[in-house]
C-alpha cells in the first residue's frame, strides 16, 4: 500500500469535469485508489464520491492506493490534484 497526503491546488477543485477527469484517470490503473478527506472517503473511481469530496484548492486530500501499480497511481492522482500536468507515460 502506497499513501501520501497533498493539498489540492487544482484552479477549480475538484467539482465536475475535474472530478470526471480524476475519475477517468484512477479507472486506468488496475489498484484500488482511495481519497479521504475526512470525514469522508471516496473511490477514485466513481466520479460521484469524488464530486461529494467537494476538494476545493487548499483542501488537504490522502491518498491511498494498494494493488499492483499502486506507485504510479499515486503519482498521476496527486499531479491531477495539484493541477499539474499529467506523466507522459499515459
Known amino acids: 500500500m502506497v499513501e501520501v497526503?497533498?493539498?489540492v491546488t487544482a484552479k477549480n477543485g475538484f467539482q465536475?469535469?475535474?472530478s470526471a477527469r480524476?475519475?477517468?484517470t484512477a479507472n486506468q490503473?488496475?489498484?484500488e485508489i482511495l481519497l479521504?478527506?475526512?470525514p469522508w472517503v471516496a473511490s477514485a473511481k466513481n466520479v460521484m464520491?469524488?464530486?461529494?469530496?467537494?476538494?476545493r484548492a487548499g483542501t488537504h486530500v490522502?491518498?491511498?492506493?494498494?494493488?499492483?501499480?499502486?506507485a504510479a497511481a499515486v503519482v498521476t492522482i496527486a499531479a491531477l490534484l495539484?493541477?499539474?500536468a499529467l506523466p507522459k507515460s499515459l
Open 36 to 38: 479521504i478527506c475526512s
Open 29 to 31: 490503473f488496475e489498484c
Open 62 to 70: 490522502r491518498i491511498q492506493a494498494d494493488g499492483v501499480d499502486e
Open 16 to 18: 465536475g469535469r475535474n
Open 22 to 24: 480524476l475519475a477517468f
Open 49 to 55: 464520491e469524488v464530486m461529494r469530496l467537494s476538494a
Open 82 to 84: 495539484r493541477g499539474d
Open 5 to 7: 497526503t497533498i493539498e
